[in-house]
């Protein structure tokens, strides 16, 4: 670093009498030109005057709980990617009269770490999580200052601009995103003035740069398994341009048809060819679509990418010569083929399980009573609660779907109870309606309630018991009246007895329970479900559905089917598009699903080639569970502690489907 701007990161004690004589005399309106004062104090001095106070002694009060939940949500991968870091300065930072202090992109402090003796003290100034130190607010101050200027720093004493402050030392530096360079934060350490040292500002370089790196490696083990992801679906391309985003909406790959294909595309819209560099897909938490998409852009055409819980990106599938079939997509298929009144009837399948489940529920659907579904994932539960709200007593009423597995803690609150305006920062102005409020007069589908969080558990349960609901951020309750449909994967009697499912919620809301089979249970209806499946897919495309050839039931039904009723969709939609004659034939399925030779049943192992010794340990692992536990993905999955989506896609990623399938055969 060159010695200006030496002089001008790091601050002289020595000059601190000259500095604090400067301050009063540009606060009587004078020049506060000194040669002991940094240009850099120089220049945040000015941006502060008239701005803010002078005589300010402290920050704002800090952010409400729930407030702050929002904000540490919105940077939960910073705070991730510290946690390490302040884990550390617990330690380090003990007895040095000293704290690590961690702000987001706006300056509200995140965590604190350090001398538990400064607790009072930093309390007193509000340096807490929730408050905000900006330079805006809180004048020229390390944490704010760095923000504002982009760079390190060190503020001492007298440089402060605010008289209430101006006993404390701080250093900090800017948290850049990896990728982009964007400011994500800062790391700060401060204390009392008589704790200076030259080498803070160094610890939260150091620190900060820790910071970045894991953040880094986190961002490209997501890219590298998108990546990957692209590679097995460009094998299903054809004549298909594809285009990668990651999860923030860049364009990282695409094939060689793209290019050619959107200027064709463009061509078509009488618009200018944009390059593929430009277009960006954004993708905010919780949102079903990306934000600002093109015009242009068929949703249909976008395919999220998916880990579990986790989006990697997604893939922008450009058609062909089939862009106009492509186009029709976004005209939904008609509810039902025939015009039969009874929903139920439009549940396909004939197997005894299967038609037992189908009575049954007929039987429930006109009682007001809570419905529990159960279910592998993919079986089909969302279908049934359809049925069930359509030949309810309120079939007119709204149905309101939310899957519990796919938001955060805090987005989940706020997506079922609603909040008032105000309630936190980045509430919407005038609020916004929850789903409990909105199903009032219908049915409210709970999907995957297994995965609510233990503490929001007893907040559903008064709504149910009370017929009450509170929006965030207000006091007066709203009545609401609503038919419950809730659905799981999961065992939740086994839940209760682990912890993670309040008993009193369980038995509020499987006052009814309905068993759905999973696929492999119900083989014989493979046809009917294929020919139904396609004709919906076919229609949905506006193009003639194909028959089934010869053979390819035999290979559908050789599947095990961890997916169900959805993998089984998504198979014969990726047959259809690249099916060109009126038959469909095995060669259109996927090549894993067309393996007719299985490996031997005493060797449940793949091939090892292009496996890493790190993915070939995790695999063994994977295989051990299996056996231990005879095939049942359910407690494998929960004893490897991964969800069950993230234990097919491994499965899938080691070769081992067929492996377990032929444990699965072997245990009879």
């Known amino acids: 670093m060159p010695g200006t701007a030496l002089r001008q990161t790091f601050s002289r004690p020595e000059n601190d009498r000259q500095v604090m004589t400067s301050w009063e005399r540009f606060l009587d309106g004078g020049e506060p030109g000194s040669d002991a004062l940094r240009r850099l104090i120089d220049d945040s001095w000015r941006r502060c ?58 300056g ?65 530096s800017v948290i850049r995103d990896p990728m982009n360079q964007s400011v994500l934060g800062a790391i700060d350490i401060s204390g009392l003035s008589d704790s200076y040292s030259r080498h803070s500002l160094a610890l939260a370089v150091a620190a900060a740069g820790r910071i970045e790196n894991r953040l880094a490696r986190r961002e490209m083990n997501l890219r590298y398994r998108l990546l990957d992801h692209y590679l097995e679906r460009l094998g299903k391309a054809g004549r298909d341009g594809l285009i990668v985003f990651d999860r923030h909406g860049r364009a990282v790959k695409a094939n060689d048809r793209a290019a050619d294909l ?11 060819a944009q390059a593929i560099r430009d277009l960006t897909l954004p993708w905010r938490a919780g949102r079903l679509e990306p934000e600002k998409m093109p015009d242009w852009i068929d949703q249909n055409w976008i ?70 579904l159960l279910g592998e994932t993919g079986v089909g539960k969302d279908a049934f609660a359809h049925a069930f709200h359509e030949m309810g007593r309120d079939p007119k009423g709204p149905l309101m779907a939310v899957n519990c597995g796919g938001f955060s803690r805090e987005l989940l609150t706020s997506e079922l109870f609603g909040y008032a305006e105000g309630a936190f920062t980045g509430a919407r102005r005038g609020g916004m309606i929850g789903k409990l409020e909105a199903a009032d007069g219908g049915t409210l589908f709970l ?40 659905a799981t994967n999961r065992d939740l009697k086994a839940e209760v007895q682990e912890g993670r499912f309040r008993m009193d919620l369980f038995y509020r809301i499987a006052v009814t329970v309905l068993q759905l089979p999973a696929l492999r249970e119900r083989i014989a209806d493979l046809g009917l479900l294929a020919e139904h499946l396609l004709a919906q897919i076919a229609l949905r495309y506006g193009v003639e559905a194909p028959k089934i050839g010869d053979g390819v039931l035999d290979v559908l039904e050789r599947h095990d089917w961890p997916g169900n009723i959805r993998e089984l969709r998504n198979v014969l939609e990726g047959a259809l598009l690249i099916c060109e004659g009126d038959v469909l034939q095995v060669a259109h399925l996927p090549p894993d699903l067309c393996d007719a030779v299985p490996p031997p049943a005493d060797d449940l192992r793949p091939a090892d080639a292009g496996i890493s010794p790190l993915e070939l340990a995790e695999r063994e692992a994977i295989m051990q569970a299996v056996r231990a536990h005879q095939g049942n993905l359910t407690t494998v999955a929960r004893d490897l502690g991964i969800a069950k989506s993230t234990l097919y896609t491994k499965l899938d990623r080691f070769g081992l489907k067929e492996s377990v399938a032929i444990l699965r055969a072997a245990q009879g």
């Open 49 to 106: 005057h008239g701005a803010v106070d002078p005589a300010r002694d402290q920050a704002p009060p800090p952010m409400r709980d729930d407030a702050l939940h929002g904000v540490l949500e919105s940077s939960a991968e910073l705070v991730e990617a510290s946690a390490t870091v302040m884990a550390s300065a617990r330690e380090f930072l003990s007895e040095t009269g000293t704290v690590m202090v961690l702000t987001d992109a706006a």
């Open 108 to 172: 509200v402090v995140l965590t604190v770490e350090g001398d538990s003796s400064l607790r009072d003290p930093a309390e007193n100034i509000h340096l807490m999580p929730g408050a905000s130190w900006s330079e805006a607010v809180c004048g020229t101050n390390a944490i704010g200052t760095a923000l504002e200027i982009g760079q390190p720093i060190q503020i001492h004493s007298a440089e402060h601009f605010c008289s209430g402050i101006k006993r404390w030392s701080c250093s900090a």
């Open 262 to 272: 959107m200027t064709r595309l463009a061509k078509l819209r009488q618009d200018p």
């Open 447 to 486: 999907d995957e309630i297994g995965e609510m969080p233990l503490d929001l558990q007893p907040h559903l349960l008064r709504v149910l018991e009370t017929g009450e609901v509170y929006r965030i951020g207000e006091t007066r309750p709203r009545k609401v009246r609503f038919r419950l449909i809730a």
């Open 303 to 372: 395919e999220p990418v998916l880990v579990g819980d986790e989006r990697l990106g997604s893939i922008l599938v450009l058609p062909d010569h089939s862009a106009p079939l492509r186009r029709a997509a976004l005209r939904e298929a008609p509810v039902a083929l025939h015009g039969n009144t009874d929903a139920f009837s439009r549940l396909i399948g004939q197997a005894p399980r299967y038609q037992a489940a189908v009575q049954r529920a007929r039987q429930l659907a006109r009682s007001p009573a809570p419905v529990l």
